[in-house]
């Protein structure tokens, strides 16, 4: 079996060495070419599995995620939790090949000709979650911080000054069924000022947040959710029924699932997604239904 090592930032071959005890894998390091492995290990969080999420798809390979970034969401929502949980997986893979799973992977695309659009070229793959809004201004600050602040609380911390200083934004949220027409067939879900928009492909984003409680990754959907005007004190005494899930019960949230988004906003704004910028709005948002294959725990 041939088998290509990815190393994050902060990892090393180190890294790597509890999971060469099998004499039987041929190594090679960094991202292979077509053909060139039949399984890839990738050491890192979700913004390196990001980064490297267009190669992943097109190689169609079984990737074993690592947690070893300063967000590890993916690969919590997997169930590899700690490093330990991806070295009992890899070896159940290395004897019978066969916990591998295929996951959806959400997809963000430009609107051409929708306003002034500055957009990555092409569509943009990802994991966990994508957004606009409150979230993308928190992601911003946190990566400003330190990488060893950012693995240890950092999102909560940049969510503090967030609070207080951001504004909700007019943003118009609109969803299509997969079987309408390409011209038509937009209906508006939500026209509102904004504080975050997300649309998520795992129920986990942010170090552990349950944004989606109900979201899985493999039902050809992503779950959203749009949360109104929430004043900055009962928003901060709001924002820890996040990490249970219990957000959805406030009247100013609204979840739902969808195979296909529009998001138009008064003026472009940030779009995040996994942790990373990407590019601004307009945008359409989709899903490609089991898109990546990852090896997970038995």
């Known amino acids: 079996m041939r088998a290509a090592?990815?190393?994050?930032?902060?990892?090393?071959?180190?890294?790597?060495?509890?999971?060469?005890?099998?004499?039987?894998?041929?190594?090679?390091?960094?991202?292979?070419?077509?053909?060139?492995?039949d399984v890839i290990l990738l050491f890192g969080g979700d913004g390196t599995i990001h980064r490297h999420l267009g190669q992943l798809?097109?190689?169609?390979?079984?990737?074993?995620?690592?947690?070893?970034?300063?967000?590890?969401?993916?690969?919590?929502?997997?169930?590899?939790?700690?490093?330990?949980?991806s070295l009992a997986a890899w070896r159940k893979f290395c004897g019978s090949l066969t916990n591998v799973r295929d996951v959806d992977l959400g997809i963000i695309s430009a609107v051409p000709g929708l306003g002034e659009v500055r957009s990555i070229q092409g569509p943009r793959y990802f994991c966990c979650v994508a957004g606009v809004g409150f979230d993308g201004e928190v992601a911003r600050r946190a990566n400003r911080l330190p990488r060893w602040l950012r693995g240890n609380g950092g999102y909560m911390i940049a969510v503090?000054?967030?609070?207080?200083?951001?504004?909700?934004?007019?943003?118009?949220?609109?969803?299509?069924?997969?079987?309408?027409?390409?011209?038509?067939?937009?209906?508006?879900?939500?026209?509102?000022?904004?504080?975050?928009?997300?649309?998520?492909?795992?129920?986990l984003y942010g170090g552990g947040m349950k944004v989606a409680p109900r979201a899985k990754m493999d039902d050809g959907l992503l779950d959203?959710?749009?949360?109104?005007?929430?004043?900055?004190?009962?928003?901060?005494?709001?924002?820890?029924?996040?990490?249970?899930?219990?957000?959805?019960?406030?009247?100013?949230?609204?979840?739902?699932?969808?195979?296909?988004?529009?998001?138009?906003?008064?003026?472009?704004?940030d779009v995040y997604a996994d942790g990373e910028f990407v590019c601004r709005t307009p945008i359409e948002v989709s899903v490609r239904r089991g898109a990546l294959k990852v090896i997970v725990p038995a």
């Open 160 to 203: 503090a000054p967030t609070i207080f200083t951001y504004d909700p934004v007019p943003t118009k949220v609109l969803t299509k069924e997969d079987n309408a027409a390409a011209t038509d067939g937009w209906k508006v879900r939500s026209d509102q000022p904004t504080l975050i928009a997300a649309f998520a492909n795992t129920p």
């Open 224 to 269: 959203v959710c749009i949360v109104g005007a929430v004043r900055p004190l009962r928003l901060l005494r709001l924002f820890p029924t996040v990490y249970s899930g219990n957000h959805l019960k406030v009247r100013e949230v609204e979840y739902f699932p969808a195979s296909r988004l529009r998001v138009e906003t008064e003026d472009p704004m």
């Open 57 to 85: 798809v097109k190689l169609e390979v079984p990737v074993l995620v690592v947690p070893a970034g300063s967000g590890n969401d993916f690969a919590s929502s997997l169930g590899l939790r700690r490093v330990r949980d």
């Open 5 to 37: 090592a990815i190393l994050g930032l902060g990892c090393s071959a180190k890294d790597l060495k509890p999971f060469q005890a099998d004499g039987g894998v041929e190594w090679r390091m960094g991202m292979p070419g077509a053909g060139d492995a």
